[in-house]
């Protein structure tokens, strides 16, 4: 029986290398053992990839942390809402008006839009760490993720940003008025986004609570004190 622990792989080939010298086998037959157990080497590093949950509202500071994160500790950083954007304004784009219309009105669109998109930027990134943000935001989201996705890669936690509803919304409106050209920075799609948020994303967030893999973080403070949470956080739990 193979194992595919290292040292026993290291075993495997001392065996062969044996075999050779003695003249016992022929090289056909060490070709096969060859095969075997090279393949038996490659399994034990074909890990599957690594994926954090980024959640919180609209305006918490998720995007800015993640691209910190994602400069610190090496992962690749896929928001949802900008794969969403992207996809929106791609010329011949199926889904186009209905993303506009979604984010208009502060909805969340139907998953298997949204993880065909994540699944596609996994599959193109060649990194195994991601930090997907935005992300499962209602029922749909974690079903559907559940269903394509949970058993290919291997979900370490979910950070939670902590953010008062009057920070979230002051944060958006300041990104509108700096021009983040959203068609979702103002105050009227706000108020949708806010009821979007506690209606459907803080269950999914007490969901994670209650199973335990959720990281909160106060999301209040500047930037930088955000950060060292979160670094501490990554470092916490072996990155
Ligand atoms: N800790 C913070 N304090 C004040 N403003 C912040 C903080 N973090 C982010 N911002 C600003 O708030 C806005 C929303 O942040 P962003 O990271 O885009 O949030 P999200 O991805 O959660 O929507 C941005 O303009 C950003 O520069
Ligand atoms: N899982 C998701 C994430 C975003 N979205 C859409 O994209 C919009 C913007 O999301 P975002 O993550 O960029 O922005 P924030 O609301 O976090 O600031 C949401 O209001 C939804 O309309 C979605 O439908 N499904």
Redesign the pocket.
């Known amino acids: 029986m193979l194992s595919c622990s290292l040292g026993s792989q290291w075993n495997n080939f001392q065996t062969v290398s044996l075999l050779f010298r003695q003249r016992q086998a022929t090289i056909q037959q060490l070709d096969h053992i060859f095969q075997h157990y090279s393949n038996g080497i490659m399994s034990s590093f074909a890990t599957k990839a690594k994926v954090v949950f980024v959640l919180?509202?609209?305006?918490?500071?998720?995007?800015?942390?993640?691209s910190r994160i994602a400069d610190r500790f090496r992962f690749t950083h896929l928001?949802t809402?900008d794969l969403l954007r992207e996809e929106g304004s791609r010329e011949g784009s199926q889904y186009g008006t209905m993303i506009e219309e979604h984010m208009r009105d502060g909805k969340i669109l139907p998953v298997d839009v949204t993880c065909s998109l994540l699944e596609k930027a996994i599959k193109s990134s060649g990194n195994s760490m991601f930090l997907i943000?935005?992300f499962p935001r209602n029922q749909d989201n974690l079903d559907g993720w559940n269903r394509r996705m949970s058993s290919k890669v291997d979900m370490q936690f979910v950070l939670f940003?902590d953010c008062t509803e009057e920070?979230c919304v002051k944060?958006?409106l300041?990104?509108g008025l700096?021009g983040?050209g959203r068609i979702d920075d103002n105050l009227e799609t706000l108020k949708k986004r806010i009821q979007t948020y506690n209606k459907h994303s803080l269950p999914i967030i007490q969901y994670f609570q209650g199973t335990g893999q959720i990281k909160t973080i106060d999301?209040?403070?500047?930037?930088d004190?955000?950060f060292s949470q979160v670094e501490s956080a990554f470092l916490a739990s072996g990155f």
């Open positions: 919180g509202g609209p305006g918490a500071g998720k995007g800015t942390q993640c928001s809402g943000d935005g940003f920070d944060r958006c300041k990104r700096n983040s999301a209040g403070p500047d930037a004190q955000v």
